[in-house]
């Protein structure tokens, strides 16, 4: 197994964990403003990656490796909704841009390579569904768009 995707799925363990407990507290706050539907959407984020932060820990525990609990970067809580979907279509960006190399070079392992793969994907249409977002908030101007997350 090549050394760039062991290091690729303990950096997704790391880093999405993290942001995973990051959409949690985004949700909550967004609750606390009234923006339910916003809300769940993030908790569910959480959830999803929660879900893929497990799916990489079996596997390197699968391929033998050393599963560690690295120290995380500080990462900013935004409470402005909109700034905030700026920001984490910005994040989903940059992840899928890293994710991409992984993938490739994981190709010679179609167990890893499926698990990237569904990450991706999941990753790809969050990215899509926030911009989605932005552009309504657009059409529609921010007031609106919350009168719709209520």
């Known amino acids: 197994m090549e050394n760039k995707v062991i290091e690729g799925l303990q950096t997704i363990v790391t880093e999405l964990a993290q942001q995973a407990d990051g959409h949690v507290i985004q949700s909550r706050i967004f609750a606390s403003q009234g923006l339910s539907k916003f809300a769940k959407q993030y908790e569910e984020h959480a959830a999803e990656e929660r879900g893929y932060v497990v799916k990489c820990i079996d596997r390197l525990i699968d391929l033998g490796c050393e599963v560690k609990l690295e120290n995380k ?33 994981a190709q010679d392992d179609p167990t890893t390579f499926d698990i990237l793969k569904d990450y991706y994907q999941d990753e790809e249409g969050d990215m899509y569904w ?3 977002q932005l552009e309504i908030i657009e059409l529609i101007g921010k007031q609106n768009w919350f009168v719709k997350q209520l």
């Open 130 to 132: 926030a911009e989605q």
């Open 73 to 105: 970067n500080c990462s900013p809580i935004i409470c402005d909704a909109v700034e905030y979907l700026k920001h984490d279509l910005q994040v989903s960006k940059n992840g899928l841009a890293w994710l991409k190399e992984i993938l490739l070079a």
